[in-house]
């Protein structure tokens, strides 16, 4: 079976900045081919182009932008076994080959957990209620997960699993499931995979946190990332809860943050490949937060 990485850069080039330096990261680790999928507003730097063993053009859709497009990845895959990565993440270590053989045979694997009641999905732009979705959507729990990293495979319930996620994102359930994300017309794309799978009876992969397939930097208080020796190991405290380390192989940077730790470690894979190291003035932070409601006026 053909098995392969495949990345999302769409909409804005500085995506395809970013899937360079994935692509960077796992061609000094792995030899599986990487492709990438873009649409009509990419531009591609021809130094790019040889990093991707497929540069595939999507059409664009309507009602669909940014994180959403994850919902389409089943239809333009070139792969019968695939791990798809966003692009701001970036491979560390050789064990990702342990996931490879561990996920063999399964037709859709996240990493998550199942939760049945209280906040879910929640960031600076929006939350949602575990006890309420599973009500209204029938089902036993959601999954609590980062989207940033899926594996699937080529055949009948993966391609269910996709097409239930479009069909739900485009009832009339989307918003009592999901939120607006980042861009005008996006909606947050794991609040939907989340209530599909445990649908569909798809348990999340439950990875030990100091052997995980995706470390993500949200309430980081320190880490290490170290790409020569292939370590990447974050201490992770979220509010009122005890610090965690979390440790594993492809380490999701989540709005690059941070930034300045991101933007190291890409110069650093630039430099070995003789690239231009990043313009880090095109990528400046920033803080997203959901629109306040406004206040009644007296009568």
């Known amino acids: 079976m053909s098995e392969g990485y495949i990345a999302l850069a769409m909409d804005d080039s500085r995506y395809m900045d970013l ?11 792995d030899t599986r081919p990487i492709s990438v999928i873009v649409n009509k507003a990419i531009h591609i730097k021809p130094e790019y182009r040889a990093l991707f063993d497929s540069i595939i053009e999507a059409p664009d859709e309507p009602d669909i932008r940014g994180a959403m497009n994850k919902a389409r990845l089943y ?9 798809y990565v966003d692009t701001d993440c970036i491979l560390f270590s050789h064990r990702v080959e342990f996931f490879w053989r561990k ?21 600076s732009l929006g939350v949602k209620d575990a006890a309420t979705i599973r009500a209204r959507m029938n089902v036993p729990y959601v999954i ?27 009832s009339p359930e989307r918003d009592h499931i999901s939120y607006p994300f980042k861009h005008e017309g996006e909606y947050n794309d794991e609040p939907f995979f989340g209530v599909v799978l445990p649908a569909m009876g798809i348990a999340p992969l439950d990875s030990p946190l100091t052997h995980r397939l995706q470390v993500t930097t949200p309430n980081m208080v320190d880490g290490v990332f170290d790409l020569d020796i292939g370590n990447v190991q974050v ?10 380390v979390w440790s594993g192989v492809i380490c999701h940077f989540c709005g690059l943050a941070p930034m300045d730790t991101y933007f190291d470690l890409a110069d650093k894979l630039r430099r070995e490949a003789g690239f231009p190291i990043m313009d880090r003035s095109q990528f400046q932070p920033v803080v997203l937060h959901a629109p306040q409601p406004m206040a009644s006026s007296a009568s």
């Open 235 to 244: 201490l992770k405290q979220a509010a009122g809860q005890a610090a965690q």
């Open 144 to 170: 609590v997960c980062n989207t940033g990293v899926l594996y699937f495979e080529r055949n009948p319930q993966a391609e269910q699993v996709f097409n239930r996620v479009l069909a739900l994102y485009r």
């Open 103 to 123: 996920l063999s045979g399964q037709a859709f694997i996240i990493e998550g957990l199942r939760q049945t009641t209280g906040p879910v999905f929640g960031c």
């Open 75 to 83: 239809h333009y895959t070139p792969y019968e076994r695939t791990m």
């Open 19 to 29: 899937a360079a330096n994935l692509a960077l990261s796992i061609r000094r680790l």
